[in-house]
């Protein structure tokens, strides 16, 4: 029999893919002795089985279930509905991951009619008892039977205004028993039944409500945004109450062990008296820094400082801690590594090396690669935030950034206007998990309510979005579209500047610079490239981009796109001069004119990178993307070229191609025309020789693209160097060269051995690769890779990560047949995965030698390899 639910006592932080990680996190607190309530956990398979059997908790689970209840009263010497020791419980989600924010969670289940009356009079507070069930009447109609939050928040606003209350704290209670009575008839009027009095029911509904959140649809872009499987399924932890809201020596919080906004190590947190969990993280009110928490109640602050140095330590990590406070009395109720900012995950993880908590190996995997993105991009130029106009100076810097865009209201249309390619402000009261798909797509986030660890500030945080929070002097009205500054007013469409870093925000757009890296973020590289197998290489053809990869330490280009160096007016002119010769000589003459702007770059790019490895890609594309597609453009080339526009017409005619990426392109274009190439390598060749006399040493690599056989590189291999080797005996002197490959054909890839023994290197061009091995058009794809994803065709989209099974087994057998035919061969990747982290771990399975991306991912990309490394490399090749 499977073993569906485990009591707090049986579990560990190991049991993270069972349990999930807030049960593993709860299993090990009590493990280790700390103030935890107790509980019990149903598991990931249990969600997963649910979700399996078409929504349905079957009977054995069921059983399980009134097996633990039973054992849970016992421990805790309270059961429901019990006259003398009332048990109330809360109901969390749990995934293996963590997902904030984005499944539900339900208090104070258990309290019905009878219950709460029970509740009010073992404690003596009547007021207590019913805030408690108006908030669980508010969560269980929500989360269990999908009733908009704003059927209850409308009427409990308007109850508040009209009884002059200025917090919830202000209404009695007969007031709320007044409210409760109104959210129960919100049941009838909703969803036609009553509000659940039985504890057992409540109980069993909540579970289930759980289990299905895991496929709502917040949870599942979440998830898709973060690479989070769908497959593994949430568990549900049950946990005794305990209450914060239970009067002025109560209240609850979330803390940091270090700052997540600076890594900073220093307790970071908030916490509010008289509340529960979900008043902080709502951003409904604004907490209290967690150090006044030492004049209120010193006992509980140097009790809960202890505990959080206990659980970093034991950790290993900066964490992320919920904790409630009945009556002076501390309680933990959650830990899990923290979210934080790229700057603070640095940091942090650097600190903790020189405090000797951990390991080097220990802070590579302490921080998350496409985070390292974060620390690349622009910050507000300081002269411009000077004359600049301020709206607000009093939010909170929830998540640094420097963004700009249009005011946006809502979720949907901050989704529409990205869609439409403008780059908007998401600004609300607060953010709520609804608005996930708004917060992805805009370039910032502002409310006005909520602290450094509301839903908006959290989520941010794990996106990379720059956000502000708590922007006390401003309004936003989201009904009017319209925001109230001390000076003015905004309307939607209106131009803003977030800047996340200061918690500021301004008129119009203000002008960026580049982002400066600190010294912590240069030594968390040094020890990455210390500990990466692989070197990591740049695509990259213009002096800006090459110095920038230089600069985040890459090891050489890694492809060098000759074609991107042909659309100059100047050039394309001669380019399409070439393309419409009649004649050899013709050509040879327009080429001889490209000759000379392709040394000037080739001479530009070898001399920036000197002794580091260069690959040039000779011309891959069509010939026809390099002619006239307008009429305009028609009349003017035309005229450049003295034809006639129906002559160009007819050349343009003669050169359209049914499937151009299988047609007249890469290496088929040079056995066509031969001088083409020997043109390119003359230029790549004169360049590298005029360095040498200038003493600058450079290895060129001639890469010839889209090769299936062999005789189509070897032909076109002695063509080039038969011309190299008699223009360096021209000019006497010598460069190291090296002649190979793209691998992008399957073709290829099944001749592999052949091939090798041919070329000096290979690279594989993913993009190509997959294009062919799937039958897809990369350009068309998108017309149904969503469906296939939706439908679980695909979990992953080919183009974005490495298809493992396919292309990667291709790529896996090539490697192997070209190293065994050749064992000096250099092999790497240099299409657009070789930047993304998850298929750079499995290429760093493989015999390859490096991989190569554009400039601004090559510190990710050495963070990935790092990280392969640390958790095992090859070793996992079977």
């Not at 918690?503 to 757009?509: N, P, S």
Request: charge should be negative.
């Amino acid at each position: 029999m499977t073993k569906y639910i485990y009591a707090f006592d049986e579990g560990n932080k190991a049991m993270k893919d069972l349990l999930g990680g807030k049960g593993a996190n709860l299993a090990e607190m009590k493990r280790l002795g700390l103030p935890v309530p107790d509980g019990f956990t149903l598991t990931t398979e249990a969600c997963i089985e649910y979700l399996k059997q078409g929504a349905h908790l079957s009977d054995e689970l069921i059983g399980q279930l009134h097996e633990q209840l039973e054992a849970f009263s016992q421990r805790t010497q309270k059961s429901f509905s019990s006259k003398e020791s009332l048990l109330l419980v809360s109901v969390r989600s749990g995934a293996k991951i963590s997902m904030p924010g984005m499944m539900d969670t339900i208090l104070n289940l258990g309290l019905n009619d009878i219950n709460v009356k029970t509740l009010a009079e073992k404690t003596n507070d009547a007021r207590f008892a019913y805030d408690c069930y108006r908030r669980l009447l508010q969560m269980f109609g929500e989360v269990v039977y999908g009733i908009p939050m704003t059927s209850f928040d409308t009427y409990f606003n308007q109850y508040k205004a009209q009884h002059d209350y200025q917090s919830d704290a202000d209404i009695p209670a007969e007031g709320l028993e007044e409210i409760c009575d109104y959210f129960k008839g919100v049941y009838l009027e909703e969803v036609y039944k009553p509000f659940p009095q039985e504890p057992i029911v409540q109980l069993t509904e909540a579970i289930e409500a759980v289990f299905k959140s895991w496929d709502n649809d917040r949870a599942r872009v979440y998830r898709q945004l973060n690479e989070i499987p769908h497959d593994i399924g949430t568990a549900v932890n049950i946990q005794e109450m305990v209450f914060g809201n239970s009067g002025a020596q109560s209240g609850t919080g979330v803390a940091f062990t270090r700052n997540p906004v600076t890594g900073e190590a220093k307790l970071f947190g908030e916490y509010l008296l008289n509340a529960q969990g979900e008043d902080v993280v709502a951003g409904i009110r604004t907490p209290k820094d967690i150090s006044t928490l030492k004049a209120q109640m010193p006992q509980v602050h140097q009790q809960f400082i202890e505990v959080s140095q206990q659980l970093e330590k034991h950790y290993k990590d900066m964490q992320d801690i919920e904790f409630t406070i009945e009556n002076e009395q501390l309680y933990v109720l959650q830990t899990r590594s923290g979210k934080r900012t790229a700057n603070a995950a640095i940091h942090i993880a650097v600190d903790l090396v020189e405090e000797g908590i951990i390991s080097k190996n220990e802070a590579v995997m302490n921080v998350e690669v496409k985070s390292i993105d974060q620390l690349l991009h622009p910050n507000f130029d300081d002269n411009a935030l000077e004359k600049a106009t301020a709206v607000s100076k009093m939010g909170l810097p929830a998540s640094p950034g420097a963004a700009s865009g249009e005011i946006v209201f809502s979720a949907e249309t901050a989704k529409l206007k990205a869609e439409q390619g403008d780059k908007v402000i998401l600004m609300r009261p607060e953010t709520s998990p609804e608005d996930i798909e708004g917060m992805v797509a805009s370039e910032a986030i502002v409310t006005t309510h909520g602290g450094m660890t509301s839903h908006a500030a959290v989520v941010a945080r794990g996106m990379g979005k720059c956000c502000v929070t708590g922007c006390s002097d401003v309004e936003i009205n989201v009904i009017d579209k319209k925001v109230t500054y001390p000076n003015g007013t905004l309307n939607e469409g209106d131009i803003i500047s977030v800047d996340g870093a200061k918690g500021d925000i301004y008129l119009g757009e203000v002008e960026t610079i580049k982002a400066e890296r600190s010294k912590a973020f240069e030594q968390f590289m040094q020890w990455s490239e210390a500990i990466a197998r692989l070197d990591v290489r740049m695509n990259a053809e213009t002096p800006q981009d090459i110095q920038a990869g230089y600069q985040f330490g890459a090891k050489g280009i890694g492809l060098v796109r000759t074609e991107h160096m042909f659309f100059g007016p100047e050039r394309l002119i001669e380019m399409r001069r070439f393309i419409l010769s009649d004649t050899q000589d013709k050509r040879v003459n327009a080429l001889n004119k490209i000759k000379e702007y392709q040394k000037e770059d080739f001479e530009t790019i070898l001399k920036l990178s000197g002794e580091r490895p260069t690959i040039i890609r000779l011309l891959d594309p069509p010939l026809h993307e390099f002619l006239p597609k307008s009429t305009e453009e028609k009349n003017s080339v035309a005229s450049q070229l003295n034809v006639t526009v129906s002559e160009l017409e007819h050349y343009i005619e003669s050169l359209n191609e049914v499937n151009p990426m299988l047609g007249h392109r890469g290496c088929r274009l040079a056995i066509t025309y031969p001088e083409l190439y020997i043109m390119q390598a003359e230029a790549i060749m004169e360049s590298a020789l005029k360095l040498k006399q200038q003493g600058i040493h450079c290895q060129p690599e001639i890469m010839i693209p889209l090769v299936s056989t062999v005789s189509e590189f070897t032909t076109l291999k002695s063509q080039v160097v038969e011309r190299i080797e008699a223009l360096q005996s021209e000019m006497g002197a010598s460069v190291h060269y090296m002649i190979g490959t793209m691998i992008e054909t399957p073709r290829a890839c099944l001749i592999a051995g052949d091939l090798a023994r041919e070329c000096d290197f290979f690279s594989f061009g993913t993009n190509d690769l997959t294009q062919l091995t799937f039958g897809f058009s990369r350009d068309d794809a998108g017309k149904f890779i969503n469906a296939y994803s939706e439908q679980g065709i695909l979990t992953i989209d080919p183009f974005q990560t490495l298809d493992i099974d396919g292309v990667g087994q291709l790529i896996k057998q090539t490697t192997e047949q070209a190293k065994a035919a050749n064992p000096t061969i250099k092999i790497g990747v240099c299409g657009e995965l070789g930047g993304d982290h998850k298929s750079i771990q499995f290429f760093n399975q493989l015999d390859l030698d490096y991989v190569s991306c554009s400039p601004f991912r090559v510190p990710g990309a050495l963070l990935s390899t790092a990280q392969s490394e640390v958790e095992g490399g090859r070793l996992r090749v079977k």
